[in-house]
């Protein structure tokens, strides 16, 4: 084991090219994932003009345990996937604004927990079933403000990976911080990515680019 297991992992990119792109939407797979998976949703998405960018997680797995264990339990896996999302968005060398941070399952997870302690104005941040990382109790005193950027979190009201308490925890502490949070709950849903959610992405992506 390493001190940074995805460090040098592959990033694939999919959509239009950087140079000529008006946003970059960041994928983060979920756990058992690739990134060649994730870049799957930019085929659901009728937003053009839209780079897509996905790293993939060494192993695939971004950290070994639930995303409720201790962090310390998750290190240093967790740190070294903070810091891929943190090096793939500064390559990028484009302004908050044009970037879009997205992810499913355990990469929703990863994703709000970045946004976080990353807070200003991105072009959105995405959820599909997830919440902010740690146990029961976890301070969340991130430093920082969204500036209104608009947060999407999809969830079943019944995820075995996901409790409906923790989503409404990150909806609470994501608006503290200044965030434009959409909330949605669906009930009995299994652990999947619904077409609501993809309605949802695409009206965000719309805001920025062309269709």
Known sequence: MTADPHAGQPVLHAGAALAHARIV??????????AEDILGLASELSATDVAY????????????????????????????????????????????????????????????????????????????????????????????????????????????????ERVHESTAVLTRMGASVDERIYPGMPHTVNQDEIHAVDALLARHVRR
Do not use: K
């Open 25 to 34: 939407a960041v994928l983060l797979h979920g756990r058992g994932g690739s």
């Open 53 to 164: 960018i996905a790293p993939q997680a060494a192993g695939g797995t971004w950290y070994p345990h639930s995303f409720l264990a201790p962090i310390s339990q998750n290190e240093p896996w967790l740190g070294s996937a903070l810091r891929r999302v943190d090096a793939v968005i500064r390559d990028l060398n484009v302004v908050s604004d044009r970037v879009a941070i997205m992810g499913f399952s355990q990469g929703a997870c990863l994703t709000l927990e970045f946004a976080a302690r990353n807070a200003g104005r991105y072009a959105a941040v995405v959820a599909l079933t997830g919440g902010l990382i740690g146990p029961s109790g976890t301070p969340r005193d991130y430093p920082g403000s969204f500036d209104g950027t608009p947060i999407f979190i999809g969830c079943s009201d019944v995820d075995p990976h996901v409790p409906l």
